[in-house]
């Protein structure tokens, strides 16, 4: 009996090792996965290689990766071999419905099971698509569309004392949300929205297409509402800034002035709301589709056989993790007590002295990280 069992386990490592082989012999191919995570206990999207004590899904990723077969084990140590690139570096806590990474692979049988039969459930490869050799996920992307979830009563104006659970959005509020949020639209200098930019860094301009806020619903008693913001690209907590900036208006704590007192060349005390809520929810590559996508070669770069399983997966893990940890931690009660200490009205000189600084540490960056939250 004893030897049977033997006999079978040296089966079973026989037949991986062929596997293996057959791995090794097939050519490694361009392609995209279409990625969903809920981002909560991970320190954003990209791989620190070297930094173990801080994970991330691309760790998760990259383990998939090889213990399926798809890349050989030194790719997953070195990722610029097999051309690895993601759209946007979603920041610590933030999660993706519609995240997209190109690399090279090798093209197994049934690889979608065996890549997710390697994650774990709230990290999903929802789809695959094969890709142009040269294609590059960041740079090929025309514009990233994301969502911020967040409870309603982060609206409720700071003299009204409102009990969290009850609050419900007017339409009136609403509407000043919206043509808040409204004004952001087209090209602004950005640099207040980010850290390390001075106000002359060409970079900090960055185009908006849309943004609003939509109709308020009721999940567990409490009432939430989702932001939804449309742009060719974002700097490091550019969106949560934005936000918070039309929180503290919406609230009371600063006036609609600063909107454009921010684009200036002033420096100006934006807050950052919590990172929890936001989601990148798609990533549009519509020139590529237009000179690639109906090549007889190519497939356009859509997902709409995937929307299916999108919004299932939001359903599973995304918006019950943001609704949980918002009644359980209180991340945006607790950052709505922070915003007193802002100062909304700066001096002049003040401004100097902070303008002075900002230089100095946009003099120092280097590198400009799409997505929020480079994120």
């Known amino acids: 009996e004893e030897n049977g069992h033997q006999n079978k386990r040296l089966k079973s490592d026989a037949d991986e090792e062929d596997a293996e082989d057959q791995n090794k012999k097939l050519p490694k191919r361009k392609i995209v996965l279409l990625m969903a995570y809920s981002g909560k206990g991970y320190h954003g999207m990209q791989r620190n290689v070297g930094s173990s004590q801080f994970k991330t899904i691309e760790d998760d990723l990259v383990s998939a990766l090889v213990q399926s077969g798809c890349i050989p084990e030194n790719h997953g140590e070195d990722m610029k071999k097999m051309s690895f690139q993601r759209c946007a570096r979603t920041d610590k806590g933030v999660s993706a419905a519609g995240q997209i990474v190109s690399l090279k692979v090798r093209l197994i049988d049934d690889i979608l099971e065996k890549i997710n039969n390697h994650l774990p459930s709230h990290i999903r490869i929802l789809g695959l698509k094969r890709v142009t050799g040269g294609f590059n996920s960041k740079n090929k992307c025309d514009a990233r569309t994301y969502s911020y979830m967040l409870p309603t009563f982060a609206f409720a104006h700071k003299d009204h004392d409102v009990q969290e659970e009850l609050y419900r959005l007017d339409s009136e509020t609403l509407e000043r949300v919206n043509k808040l949020l409204a004004c952001y639209k087209g090209t602004h200098n950005f640099h207040n929205f980010t850290s390390q930019k001075g106000p002359r860094d060409p970079s900090a301009k960055r185009y908006i297409m849309e943004m609003y806020c939509g109709v308020p619903f009721v999940r567990e008693n409490m009432e939430f509402a989702v932001i939804k913001v449309k742009g060719q690209s974002f700097m490091m907590h550019q969106i949560r800034k934005m936000i918070g900036l039309v929180i503290a208006i919406v609230k009371g704590y600063a006036a609609e002035s600063i909107m454009e007192r921010s684009w200036g060349e002033e420096k100006v005390d934006v807050p950052k709301a919590p990172g929890l809520g936001l989601v990148l929810e798609k990533v549009h590559f519509e020139k590529y589709n237009r000179r690639f996508g109906n090549d007889g070669l190519h497939e356009p770069l859509e ?73």
């Open 303 to 375: 997902w709409a056989e995937e929307e299916e399983k999108i919004a299932v997966f939001k359903e599973q893990y995304i918006y019950p993790t943001i609704i949980n940890t918002e009644r359980e931690e209180k991340s945006m009660a607790n950052w709505l007590n922070t915003l007193p200490i802002h100062d909304f009205n700066s001096s002049a000189v003040e401004m100097q002295t902070n303008n002075k600084n900002s230089k100095k540490s946009s003099d120092l960056e280097g590198s400009d990280g799409c997505g929020d939250d480079s994120d």
